[in-house]
């Protein structure tokens, strides 16, 4: 049976095409019990936009998969690349701090994520939320 759900965003330019970029890494995940949802994404400096297009996405396909699944909740593992190790961070941190963002998510895997400063990273939207995540996570670790 399926023992989780992973959500899989690739990076800037690969996102586009995860099964093509990432097939070999996707194939062994399913392999291993997990139902594989890789959103693919467009290269944009628009992340807190691309981060909810991919959350609609994630969400959409997993309804879409329930029935298959079998079960009305299973863990959600995010694995990420590059650009969407950041996309998934800031849907997590959006999360932490006000219970939106992409529900289920038990762990993330951020492979080779790195930024900018950031107040050039992190969009606007998105800073009160991390902010307050941070706020969170230093009062409850």
């Known amino acids: 049976g399926v023992k ?5 965003v690739g990076g800037a330019v690969a ?25 693919p994404v467009p290269t944009s400096v628009r ?17 879409e998969l ?8 299973l863990p959600t593992i995010g694995i990420g690349h590059s650009l969407g190790a950041k996309l998934l961070a800031l849907l997590s941190a959006r999360e932490r701090a006000n219970g939106s963002g992409m529900p289920r998510v038990v762990a993330n895997v951020l492979m080779s994520y790195n930024n900018p400063d950031f107040n050039n990273s992190v ?3 998105f800073r009160s939320a991390a902010s307050s995540a941070a706020a969170a996570a230093a009062r409850d670790p």
């Open 123 to 125: 969009p606007r939207d």
């Open 47 to 63: 992340h807190g936009e691309i981060a909810e297009r991919a959350a609609g996405m994630f969400e959409m396909a997993v309804e």
């Open 4 to 8: 989780a759900v992973v959500h899989f």
């Open 66 to 73: 329930r029935p298959t699944i079998g079960y009305s909740w």
């Open 15 to 39: 996102g586009a095409a995860p099964r093509g970029a990432y097939g070999a890494l996707l194939e062994v995940l399913a392999g291993e019990g997990c139902a594989v949802v890789a959103t």
